[in-house]
């Protein structure tokens, strides 16, 4: 008999129709007269409850159906007495595919995050990570779906590279050498015997390969993996985390800021619009405020600022008496996600694209102002995360972005092929990048960077 | 004046409209009376034709407008006198973006694939690679769109790993260390320095990881970079590829080969629903059977043989008389493409899905039929390409996983999260792995693994 989904089971109202459902048990609850069992498929977070007559079972047979455990369950879907749910199944024949030993980590309720980290295998059962994942799901879908819909085309860019990108972070090497016999003492490495004849990384970010691909198909999008060699062991902070990275030819700044706006209220929507169940879960159980705060970001516009007025503001408000845990030092400094979080959260009460930063506290492809210290950048800050977007317009002028590439001790003959977009008809264009994590601790209310990604790579740990 | 893009211009009848649009130049002739310039975007394959009267503008600015400039076009749009266009732009004002110096490497028309993959920044502006990676974003909105509308969850799993997962093949190691000081004539390399605290690798295959979310999310699908550090320089092998992986609980043999058979269908028939100029493009300048093959695919059932069927023929054909490259040996045999494509192209002239394969000659974690030397493989052999996916029931009992294991002399330790996975709650299960860069070969005819990847990893080349 064909199985049919719990997400499906439930939605039904054909009572007395035969069925088979298939899942894993959450609970088993067990009298003489009626045994309930909650299953549940992974295919929503709800379970539906099978109802069995125990007298009609094999005793052992039922005392192998413990939490955890994946049964097979035919018999009648039937209209549900208890409250919150349509349907039940009235269980006639029964199967268990896999027992589940006493020694299930994931038996007890209510186990902390940190605990449950030591089994990311198995956490994917639970209710809260179970939502989680369903949530990724979607936003990914998201992604691709707003993209394909504006005629942007997904470009895979590649992540072992000999280029080191903007210098924007630590890398991680990549190597067929063998370790125990590459160096002595400090003499060269033999990369001519490498799988590359050369040194290479992993890449940290997609943007400059990206550009290529927006300067010949148009406008593009990168979705993929980006790595971070940092050592930092922060909630905040992930060796391996998948990044979305949109460049667009021709596009200015205030439609790379109507983009950037757009796109995300999209994402926030799909969400809304498809995850309900789940959200309503963490909604009760993680953070209380996460419908509102989802539903103010897709109602509101976002206030769009210069950065020479966001210090304005918080200058003022340091002098009214308001205390920063980082000071605010005034035009030049580099906001800290307490200042953003500030000007989000308690002074503006929406998120705020903040433009024209300094140059220098900027990537060097950045386009610059005509006054010559600002650059057209365009960060959009958010409650609770911060920085969500880091986005410019990108400097068009060959020569100009020679000079810069000098100007900060880089060497422009390591940028050939990236200058050559600028040399072979150059055109104006604009992109930015967003950290999906960032989206999905937004979006989930986790606090937690490690829990929005199945397998989290950091320091000491690169478990699965 | 907002932009129009090239696409859209082509299908606008509203002649007699003001219309903007910007792009690179692909040619421009000229004469006394009329300069024709193609212009092109990279949103169709098609140029749109911009129109204008040389003594309107200054006689150095048309003189810049050399193919690969790029160039922003103001003017009227109107009925085109031409052939195969509907509109053309007659241009009133003229400005240019980026000059295109002669030494442009993509100026000339008809350069070799091997040349123009010397410029894989700039061959991305060519009507081939243009067509190509169009084609490319489509295939993955269709991946993501079958399995979304399917109910499979979008899985990532992880690229850096400390596990050899089935040791599918030669890895890429993944380090901090100073290679300088790593080792000294084989003596141990302190990995307890280096950022994961052990030896990792780069993945070759999210299978087993995407068996963890399917035990738990019911039915997901990764789709993501693999990696595979072979010395193979051929035309059908990347060090750096996109591998697609589903994964579903409770799937067994026949409905593994409905899912294969559906979607690869789904894929093509995308392709042929959205592709059709550059399919088009494809059929004429690089296989000018391509759109008859894509087409054949998408309307014949797939045959669905068993190994020790396909073997029988391919014994057969020989004793006719038929001359292999590689000896057909028997049963317990290997298949090389020449057998699995004389079956396909030539036997059937159909796709070929062969189950029941040696287990011996497949990997540990497939389920074994009864008879104990077969098992529940499903492999789909396709015109052109051989093997274009590997799919199988996977083993469910945790203790013949382990004997399996053992008998391989792989050590059930590693394996111990993977395990877990029948140790509590086992459920059956298939899945199969599609390697996304030999769809693309099928799908546009191309004959080079390198021409359907942007930036590709081979042996000596990590560029870009």
Wanted: hydrophobic share 35%; aromatic share 12%; charged share 25%.
């Amino acid at each position: 008999m064909k199985r049919t989904k719990v997400v499906d089971a439930l939605a039904c109202t054909d009572f007395g129709k035969d069925i088979n459902v298939k899942g894993w048990v959450r609970s088993h609850r067990s009298s003489k007269a009626v045994d309930f069992i909650a299953l549940n498929d992974g295919s929503t977070i709800k379970n539906i409850q099978v109802v069995l007559n125990p007298s009609d079972f094999d005793e052992e047979l039922l005392k192998g159906i413990t939490t955890g455990a994946c049964i097979n369950v035919t018999g009648t879907l039937v209209e549900s007495q208890g409250a919150g749910q349509a349907s039940e199944v009235q269980c006639r024949e029964l199967e268990v595919y896999g027992l589940c030993p006493g020694d299930y980590p994931m038996q007890k309720k209510g186990q902390s995050f940190e605990y449950m980290r030591k089994y990311a295998h198995l956490r994917l059962r639970t209710n809260t990570f179970g939502a989680v994942f369903r949530i990724r799901h979607n936003m990914a879908i998201a992604v691709h779906q707003y993209f394909h819909d504006h005629g942007f085309y997904y470009f895979h860019t590649p992540l072992i590279t000999a280029s080191d990108a903007e210098g924007a972070g630590e890398m991680f090497q990549v190597t067929t050498l063998d370790l125990t016999r590459t160096g002595r003492d400090g003499a060269p490495v033999p990369y001519e015997r490498d799988f590359f004849g050369k040194k290479t990384s992993l890449t940290v970010s997609g943007q400059l390969e990206g550009e290529l691909g927006a300067t010949s198909l148009g406008a593009i999008y990168t979705f993929g993996p980006t790595f971070r060699a940092e050592n930092s062991n922060t909630p905040r902070h992930l060796a391996e985390f998948w990044m979305i990275e949109p460049e667009v030819a021709f596009m200015d700044k205030d439609e790379l800021m109507d983009l950037e706006e757009d796109f995300i209220k999209y994402c926030v929507r799909w969400a809304l619009d498809n995850c309900k169940d789940d959200l309503e879960f963490l909604d009760k159980m993680i953070d209380k405020t996460l419908l509102q705060t989802l539903e103010s970001v897709v109602k509101e516009d976002f206030v769009r600022l210069t950065y020479g007025e966001g210090i304005r503001i918080l200058e003022q408000v340091v002098k009214e008496g308001h205390k920063f845990e980082f000071p605010v030092t005034g035009w030049g400094m580099d906001l800290s996600s307490e200042h953003e979080r500030f000007l989000v959260e308690e002074y503006f009460k929406r998120p705020v694209i903040m433009t024209d930063y300094p140059s220098e506290i900027k990537a060097f492809y950045m386009k610059k102002n005509a006054d010559g210290k600002t650059m057209q950048g365009t960060d959009v800050l958010f409650p609770r995360i911060g920085e969500i977007i880091g986005g410019s317009v990108r400097e068009e002028s060959h020569d100009k972005l020679v000079d810069e590439i000098k100007a900060r001790g880089m060497e422009p003959e390591s940028y050939g092929w990236y200058l050559d977009t600028r040399k072979y008809g150059s055109c104006p264009h604009a992109g930015f990048g967003l950290g999906f994590e960032r989206l999905m601790l937004f979006v989930t209310g986790m606090q937690n960077i490690r829990d929005v990604i199945p397998f989290p790579r950091t320091p000491k740990n690169a478990e699965y």
